[in-house]
């Protein structure tokens, strides 16, 4: 736990700025209501790596709610209280003895490595206000921008249009009817039509357009077919439903958990693998709901809830009595990428050697609510990047030796994954 406490408070710094921006109007607004000059959202991830094992902003849990705490308390009793309770409590503090034995003396854990800023940013973050307009306004938000801009609107104008075309063809048979009668008041003779031969005869009978038909037709076919067969096992943008509800724009953006934590095979093998429910354990033994402002207008906090109790009876946790049951359930992911057998691809060539981040070929997956295959994953989609991305050869030693020969032929600085010999047909199939 401790270890991947520092791990997280790790990915938090580096984050900072981006989830800042990230978290658009609402968030800071509910900034500057707070009494310190916290950052809200940095403190949310704190409380939700640090203390959320323990404590909820509302409702009892192993310690009390935390909303509201900054009024409760003095400013600095609350900083001497987190950065080291037990001291507080063994110097005969009246507050910290009175709590800690209305808390059945159970030990808060003291927390040297949060500074004066971490812990402002943690209260501004339990000075929040219960969020109930706020969620509406987020959620409204994210909603519009996944509709794709709403389709009352299309039809609307698609209705216009319509209508439009309808009134001109009224005025121009009403045109036309007019002209007719005034023609025919001012003794002008009207051609008398001719005794046509059906078009399909007339058709059958010119064997020029007949045979432009026909190539346009075959023409027009191959195209389609051809886009058909191309988009044979393209499942670009597959987005199954899962057996449990899990979002990664919740896990990995808003509580900045890495990657590597839960695919933490990715660098050293040649599969990302999906974690075990061991590894949702570790936090989820104490993570039995989600806070009120984690719920949008589309899901609910008892969807979310519900989503972790999935869990629960899949690992056979029973949160009442905190204790494994025994009774499990294996949950079934479903799988989204998946190359051919006969193509070969691996991870950790492409993560660690190569240097690329997951972002390049699996698209904004922090910001994911659920889970799709963002890149094509065909054999052009490969190619193409090998033809564009320079090997990193620094401090590799076969690298630099090959580079030298290799760079020396094709006359240039750096080489492409294509001139190392990253589009010969057997480096990917076997
Ligand atoms: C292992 C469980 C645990 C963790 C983790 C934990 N706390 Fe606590 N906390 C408690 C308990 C239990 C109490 C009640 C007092 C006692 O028994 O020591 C408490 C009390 C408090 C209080 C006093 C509340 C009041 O009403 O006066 C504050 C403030 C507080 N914790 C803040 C934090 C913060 C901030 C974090 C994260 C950095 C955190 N705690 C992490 C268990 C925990
Ligand atoms: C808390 C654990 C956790 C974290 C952190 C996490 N993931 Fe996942 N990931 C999962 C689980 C569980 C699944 C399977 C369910 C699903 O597809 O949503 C998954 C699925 C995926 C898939 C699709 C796998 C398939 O079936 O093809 C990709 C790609 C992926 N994660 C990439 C990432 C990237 C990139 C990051 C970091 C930005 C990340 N994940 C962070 C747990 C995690
Ligand atoms: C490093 C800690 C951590 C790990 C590991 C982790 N979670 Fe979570 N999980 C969280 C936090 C934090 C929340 C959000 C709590 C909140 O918003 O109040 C959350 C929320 C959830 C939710 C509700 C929101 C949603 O995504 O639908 C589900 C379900 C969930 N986790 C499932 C899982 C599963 C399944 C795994 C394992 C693949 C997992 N978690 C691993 C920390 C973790
Ligand atoms: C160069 C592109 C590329 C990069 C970079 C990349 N992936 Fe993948 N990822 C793929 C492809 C292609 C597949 C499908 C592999 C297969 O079906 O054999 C895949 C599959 C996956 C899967 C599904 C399970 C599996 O292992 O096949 C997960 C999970 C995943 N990637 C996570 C990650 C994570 C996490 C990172 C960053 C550490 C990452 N990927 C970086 C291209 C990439
Ligand atoms: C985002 C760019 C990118 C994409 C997309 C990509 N690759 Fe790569 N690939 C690289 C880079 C960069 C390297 C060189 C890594 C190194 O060895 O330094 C590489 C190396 C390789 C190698 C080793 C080549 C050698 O000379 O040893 C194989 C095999 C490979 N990729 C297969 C694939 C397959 C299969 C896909 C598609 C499913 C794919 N790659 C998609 C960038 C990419
Ligand atoms: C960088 C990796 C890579 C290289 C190099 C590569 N291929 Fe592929 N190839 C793939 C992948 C990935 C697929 C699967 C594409 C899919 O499922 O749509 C594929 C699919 C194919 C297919 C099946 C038809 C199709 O498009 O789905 C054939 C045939 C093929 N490759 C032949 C070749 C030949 C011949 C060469 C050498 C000139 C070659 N490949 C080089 C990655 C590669």
């Known amino acids: ?148 801009g709403g389709g009352v609107s299309t039809d609307i104008i698609l209705g216009i249009l319509a209508f439009v075309l309808l009134m001109l063809l009224a005025i121009l048979f009403l045109v036309n009817r007019t002209l007719r009668r005034f023609a025919t008041a001012s003794g002008v003779q009207l051609p008398e039509k001719p005794k046509r031969t059906p078009i399909w005869k007339s058709f059958v009978e010119n064997q020029f357009l007949v045979l432009t038909s026909a190539v346009v037709l075959l023409l027009v076919g191959a195209y389609f077919f051809y886009g058909f067969v191309m988009q044979v096992g393209v499942d670009q943008g597959y987005q199954p439903i899962q057996p449990i509800h899990f979002s990664h724009k919740i896990h990995a953006g808003d509580n900045q958990i ?41 899901y609910s906090k008892e969807f979310y809830d519900g989503e972790i109790a999935k869990l629960y009876d899949a690992v056979g946790w029973d949160p009442a009595s905190q204790s494994y049951t025994g009774e499990t359930e294996p949950v079934k992911w479903v799988r989204i990428h998946n190359l051919p057998d006969f193509a070969y691809f691996n991870h950790s060539q492409h993560v660690e050697v190569g240097g690329i981040a997951c972002q390049t070929c699996h698209g904004p997956v922090e910001e994911m609510e659920i889970m799709y295959q963002n890149a094509p994953l065909t054999m052009g989609w490969c190619v193409n990047c090998h033809r564009e991305t320079n090997v990193r050869t620094a401090g590799n030693e076969y690298y630099e030796k090959v580079h030298e020969e290799l760079s020396k032929k094709y006359e240039v600085e750096e080489l492409t994954v294509a001139q190392m010999g990253g589009i010969e047909c057997m480096k990917c199939h076997y």
């Not at 660098?267 to 104490?286: D, E, Q």
């Open 258 to 298: 890495e990657c590597k934590f839960c695919h933490s095979s990715a660098r050293v093998s040649k599969t990302s693998g999906i974690p075990s429910l061991n590894v949702c354990m570790n936090c989820h033994k104490s993570i039995g709901e989600v806070a009120d402002d984690t719920a949008t207008d589309e």
């Open 1 to 148: 736990m401790a270890q991947q406490d520092s791990e997280l408070a790790k990915g938090e710094q580096q984050g900072t700025s981006e989830r800042q921006g990230d978290v658009a109007g609402p968030e800071e607004a509910s900034v500057e209501a707070t009494p310190e000059d916290g950052d809200a959202a940095a403190g949310k991830a704190l409380f939700n790596s640090l203390c959320a094992a323990c404590h909820k902003l509302d409702g009892n849990s192993i310690g009390p709610p935390l909303r509201g705490v900054a009024e409760r308390r003095e400013n600095d009793w609350l900083h001497s209280w987190i950065s080291n309770s037990a001291a507080m409590i063994a110097a005969g503090d009246e507050t910290a003895v009175e709590i800690y034995n209305e808390y059945n003396q159970t030990a808060m854990p003291p927390f040297p490595q949060l500074s004066d800023e971490d812990i402002d940013n943690i209260l501004a973050y339990t000075s929040q206000p219960k969020a109930v307009p706020q969620e509406q306004q987020a959620g409204g938000g994210e909603g519009a921008a996944a509709g794709g």
